[in-house]
């Protein structure tokens, strides 16, 4: 069973994301401690990047602060190998397919295997060109996490029918940010995938509340959550790792 799998095993899973080096790498390693002794099952981990398409103006800040900063690529894998000294929570890289052809798509998915890194999201990378990817991650043993949107409708089962790791099911149109309500189908989308796969899907965008992340976690198999907790990380910047603690224990006892 990958690492992966096991995040989803013990009931509903919480997956946190935040964006690497914002403020700084040593304060990105405090919170993602914080996050796993907080009961996160699963991290994503955003590499800053100049041209973060599918985020709203709360994570757009975090990769301009986490460039500022100095934040690169290998700076990123590095925390990844210091985190893997003692971490064993299965961690998965946010970030967009420029980032990994810049780095050199082979070295970068032979990086993820050797730091540590059990799998890649690439919001901008269309179903239609994962093959662009998916030998290389299937050669590292990486796994390529599908995106299912509300407009996907037609192509759900075929997306699920090929899904590794998890899927993530987008909930709302648009950006990520937070959202004061949801108002997607989920439940429709989360059945036409279980036609196809017992592959976990987990909800994101838009959640920031307990209500919510109990509501997408009740309709799935997990709720991920981003820019509330690059909200705590904007406001409290260095103090940040206890806040980030207390908040990903809230939203992990809500969805228990």
Request: with cysteine.
């Amino acid at each position: 069973m990958s690492r992966i799998a096991d995040a989803f095993k013990n009931g509903k899973a919480f997956i946190p994301f935040l964006t690497c080096g914002d403020p700084d790498i040593e304060t990105t390693e405090k919170i993602i401690r914080e996050m796993v002794a907080a009961g996160a099952d699963l991290i994503e981990l955003g590499i800053p990047f100049s041209d973060p398409t599918a985020e709203g103006p709360v994570i757009q800040e975090a990769n301009i602060r986490g460039l500022a900063s100095h934040t690169t690529t290998d700076t990123v894998f590095d925390l990844v190998r210091r985190l893997r000294a003692d971490i064993t929570v299965p961690m998965v890289f946010m970030t967009y397919a420029n980032v990994v052809y810049s780095y050199g798509a082979d070295r970068f998915i032979s990086t993820c295997e050797q730091a540590g890194i059990d799998g890649l999201i690439l919001p901008d990378l269309p179903y239609e060109e994962k093959d662009e990817f998916m030998p290389l991650c299937e050669k590292y043993g990486v796994e390529l996490i599908s995106l299912i949107a509300p407009t996907s409708e037609g192509r759900i089962s075929m997306i699920a029918k090929e899904a590794k790791g998890f899927i993530y099911i987008v909930s709302s149109l648009g950006v990520t940010g937070v959202r004061s309500s949801i108002t997607t189908d989920i439940g429709s989308i989360v059945s036409v995938i279980r036609q196809s796969t017992d592959v976990p899907c987990a909800v994101g965008f838009g959640i920031s509340t307990p209500e919510q992340a109990a509501k997408m976690a009740a309709l799935s198999d997990g709720a991920i959550v981003g820019s509330a907790i690059v909200k705590i990380i904007a406001k409290y910047g260095r103090k940040a790792p206890k806040y980030v603690g207390e908040y990903v224990r809230s939203m992990k006892d809500a969805i228990r």
